[in-house]
């Protein structure tokens, strides 16, 4: 009888079984009256793919800079450098009633790499007891902050060739955020949150030797670049190769300059952020003509100064805060798009608001 039903069950054509024969017609169809496009298909897919992969991760400083920035924040971490964060926050964040392990992966983020951060401040949030909804608090404000220290001195720069005063801009883009917006997400989207004493918070700083730290860390990054990043930057630009493909990048990117241009961050610089290297982004921004307006240099800092690229978000994030913390795929993912749209309203309001106050 149960054979009869699975026979019954197997026999029944399920939607997926409909697309994969029509794939398969369809393929037939090509390889017959066209059998070139396949082969300029792939082409387009790697002429995207390449520039990014090879060129940026594997043959230029980017690469190696992932991998010394989660040695350089596994030693520090080994020094004690997240027990003296927990002790300067632990205050503040008792007064939100929010778990103060949450700021660790924006501060991570900002002295190394974002990945680092994930790698590193993930298992803090557990070992911390975070609950989910704080561990989401921490991806969402960790896209606050800059992915690499070479991005803020690089913006720094861009600012002083256009005279911007970059004091009260670094204050409330980056350092403020990692206050405002625990408790902004804490009060409306994630509310399961505690206010935790520093007793009842276990020491973080591990005792490996430190030896074995180094090359552990070594090790440790050269796997998050091969396994996780390089493969999930590798998907992000397939999609965008199949879309210039089949003629559909270029109104996506024509309509997101647009989209940039009237949100006040510089079109050009902003789109090499959002798609590429946010580090690239801020060295192309000194290059810009001085005849810009100030208010999308500002806008365009402030958005580079962020998780950015979007291979990061829908990639790296995911993949990595799966694997180190008690969230999902999912839930990493929906976090950091909620800390995204954060970063662009952020970047939009102190462009129109602040800009006048900082132009000297």
Same mark, same amino acid.
Do not use: H, Q, Y
């Given at each position: 009888m149960e054979k009869n039903k699975e026979k019954d069950a197997r026999s029944k054509w399920h939607p997926v079984e409909v697309i994969g024969l029509l794939l398969v017609f369809a393929s037939l169809l090509?390889?017959?009256?066209?059998?070139?496009?396949l082969s300029d298909f792939?082409?387009?897919?790697?002429?995207?793919?390449? $520039? %990014? #992969? !090879?060129?940026?991760?594997?043959?230029?400083?980017?690469?190696?800079?992932?991998?010394?920035s989660v040695i350089f924040g596994r030693i520090i971490e080994r020094l004690g450098f997240t027990d003296g964060l927990i002790r300067i926050f632990v205050p503040?964040?008792?007064w939100l009633k929010i778990n103060p392990s949450v700021i660790v992966p924006s501060v991570y983020n900002i002295l190394g790499d974002i990945n680092a951060a994930g790698k590193i401040a993930g298992p803090v949030?557990?070992?911390?007891?975070?609950t989910k909804a704080e561990q989401k608090i921490?991806?969402?404000?960790m896209i606050q902050s800059p992915q690499s220290f070479a991005t803020l001195v690089l913006g720094l720069i861009a600012l002083s060739v256009f005279n911007i005063n970059a004091f009260p801009l670094i204050i409330l883009s980056i350092f403020l $955020? %990692? #206050? !405002?917006?625990?408790?902004l997400l804490s009060v409306t989207i994630y509310r399961d949150?505690?206010?935790?004493?520093?007793e009842s918070l276990p020491r973080f700083t591990p005792k490996t030797k430190f030896l074995e730290t180094i090359f552990s860390s070594a090790k440790e990054g050269a796997e998050l670049l091969f396994l996780i990043i390089i493969p999930a930057v590798a998907a992000v630009f397939f999609f965008i190769g199949a879309l210039r493909f089949f003629g559909a990048w270029d109104v996506i990117e024509s309509s997101l300059s647009s989209v940039l241009t009237f949100l006040s961050i510089e079109p050009a610089t902003g789109i090499v952020s959002i798609l590429a290297a946010p580090t690239l982004a801020v060295a192309q921004l000194?290059?810009?003509?001085?005849?810009?307006?100030?208010?999308?240099?500002?806008?365009?800092?402030?958005?580079?100064?962020?998780?950015l690229p979007l291979s990061v978000i829908f990639g790296q994030i995911p993949a990595t805060w799966a694997e180190v913390s008690n969230l999902n795929e999912r839930e990493a993912l929906v976090a950091s798009i909620i800390g995204l749209i954060i970063r662009i309203a952020t970047a939009c309001l102190l462009a129109y608001y602040l800009t006048p106050f900082l132009v000297g």
């Open positions: 090509i390889l017959l009256f066209n059998p070139n496009s792939f082409n387009a897919v790697i002429a995207e793919v390449k $520039p %990014i #992969v !090879v060129d940026v991760f594997l043959t230029s400083e980017i690469g190696i800079a992932i991998i010394i503040i964040m008792k949030l557990v070992k911390a007891k975070a921490a991806v969402a404000t $955020p %990692i #206050v !405002v917006v625990p408790w949150t505690k206010k935790v004493d520093l000194a290059e810009i003509s001085s005849s810009v307006d100030p208010r999308l240099i500002v806008g365009s800092f402030v958005l580079a100064n962020s998780g």
